[in-house]
């Protein structure tokens, strides 16, 4: 090889875009079509897609290595993009913006605080968080797992900050290949004991009745499983829900369905599909009266 080919070759290897990293920075721009964010173990990717049948552009966020593209957070879902010129930015105040390039906003991340050295990263819970790169990392200005959409993802906490009145629910796509928010929204409801219910009652699916420390009450006890755990915190600051996945090789989600079922599905790496695991109203939790979704979901 001359040394003008070997030149060529290491300045292509160092010009070559990097893989995409989980990270980006105030200076860096996630575009349609030509940027993403993968998180470090490659369980979870960020960019812009299309739902099915659907030419208008989500940001969003869905596994990395699962085939069949599952959606666990879009961003602009009540703003679909209508072509392919947008870009994921920071503005000087150091929160994130979708906006095309007549400047349209789309979509932006609300925060109370400044951050002058902003880093958002896609961490391998799948939570998108921003936070100051010049200070603790590990206190985040925002992240998606604080503004659901349709998912609860392991790690999530599903509930109230008490103390800043934030309330973390999920609310359903309005059909399959459409996220805009649809017509079944799930939450903790604070009146009362603390329950989950729909607040639409002409769809109501669930009524759990009240948690007494060890289960929903009138359900039966939650029998014991090899892919997650939960907890529940009822205190002066927080009332939420929360599973965690007890080994990485299993990929589970629970997730509110267009048509308002309330399911926990398993991916079986086999088949290459979604298995349904528990679901709310439609099967024999539900028409027994036996058990609520968050008895054994
Ligand atoms: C997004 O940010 C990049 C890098 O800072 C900048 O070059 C670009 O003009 C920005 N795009 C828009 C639409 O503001
Ligand atoms: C999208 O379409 C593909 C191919 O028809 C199908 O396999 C997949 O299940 C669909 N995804 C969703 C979320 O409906
Ligand atoms: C930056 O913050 C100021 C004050 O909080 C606000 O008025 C302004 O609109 C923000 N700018 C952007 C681009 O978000
Ligand atoms: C945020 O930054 C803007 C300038 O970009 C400034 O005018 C505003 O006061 C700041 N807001 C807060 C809450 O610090
Ligand atoms: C649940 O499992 C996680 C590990 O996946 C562990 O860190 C956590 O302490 C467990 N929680 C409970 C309540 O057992
Ligand atoms: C999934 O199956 C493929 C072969 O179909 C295999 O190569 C891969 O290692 C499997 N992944 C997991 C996580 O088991």
């Given at each position: 090889m001359s040394q003008q080919w070997l030149l060529?070759?290491?300045?292509?290897?160092?010009?070559?875009?990097?893989?995409?990293?989980?990270?980006?920075?105030?200076?860096?721009?996630?575009?349609?079509?030509?940027?993403?964010?993968?998180?470090?173990?490659?369980?979870?990717?960020?960019?812009?897609?299309?739902?099915?049948?659907?030419?208008?552009?989500?940001?969003g966020i869905?596994?990395?290595?699962?085939?069949?593209?599952?959606?666990?957070?879009?961003?602009?879902?009540?703003?679909?993009?209508?072509?392919?010129?947008?870009?994921?930015?920071?503005?000087?105040?150091?929160?994130?913006?979708?906006?095309?390039?007549?400047?349209?906003?789309?979509?932006?991340?609300?925060?109370?605080?400044?951050?002058?050295?902003?880093?958002?990263?896609?961490?391998?819970?799948?939570?998108?968080?921003?936070?100051?790169?010049?200070?603790?990392t590990n206190v985040f200005a925002w992240q998606s797992f604080d503004h659901p959409t349709d998912t609860h993802m392991p790690g999530m906490k599903f509930g109230w900050d008490l103390r800043t009145g934030l309330n973390r629910y999920l609310t359903s796509w309005k059909s399959a290949d459409d996220p805009s928010p649809g017509d079944y929204t799930i939450m903790i409801?604070?009146?009362?004991?603390?329950?989950?219910?729909?607040?639409?009652?002409?769809?109501?699916?669930?009524?759990?009745?009240?948690?007494?420390?060890?289960r929903w009450n009138g359900v039966p006890k939650l029998t014991a499983n090899s892919i997650y755990n939960y907890t529940y915190v009822s205190n002066n600051d927080e009332v939420y829900y929360m599973y965690q996945l007890l080994s990485d090789a299993v990929v589970t989600r629970l997730f509110l369905d267009h048509s308002g079922a309330f399911e926990r599905v398993v991916w079986d790496n086999g088949t290459q599909l979604w298995t349904k695991y528990l679901s709310g109203p439609n099967d024999m939790c539900n028409s027994y009266g036996l058990c609520g979704p968050y008895s054994s979901l």
């Open positions: 060529l070759a290491l300045f292509s290897a160092f010009a070559a875009p990097s893989t995409a990293g989980d990270s980006m920075t105030a200076t860096d721009s996630l575009s349609d079509g030509g940027g993403a964010l993968v998180s470090s173990n490659e369980l979870y990717k960020l960019g812009f897609f299309s739902p099915n049948n659907s030419n208008r552009r989500y940001l869905w596994y990395y290595k699962i085939q069949v593209q599952t959606v666990v957070w879009v961003a602009n879902r009540e703003h679909p993009i209508l072509d392919r010129t947008s870009v994921l930015n920071f503005t000087e105040n150091g929160t994130l913006v979708i906006l095309d390039q007549t400047g349209t906003v789309f979509w932006s991340s609300s925060s109370a605080t400044n951050t002058s050295s902003p880093v958002a990263r896609l961490l391998d819970s799948g939570n998108l968080v921003l936070m100051d790169g010049a200070g603790d409801d604070l009146h009362g004991w603390p329950q989950v219910l729909t607040p639409d009652l002409s769809v109501v699916t669930y009524r759990t009745g009240p948690w007494n420390g060890i």
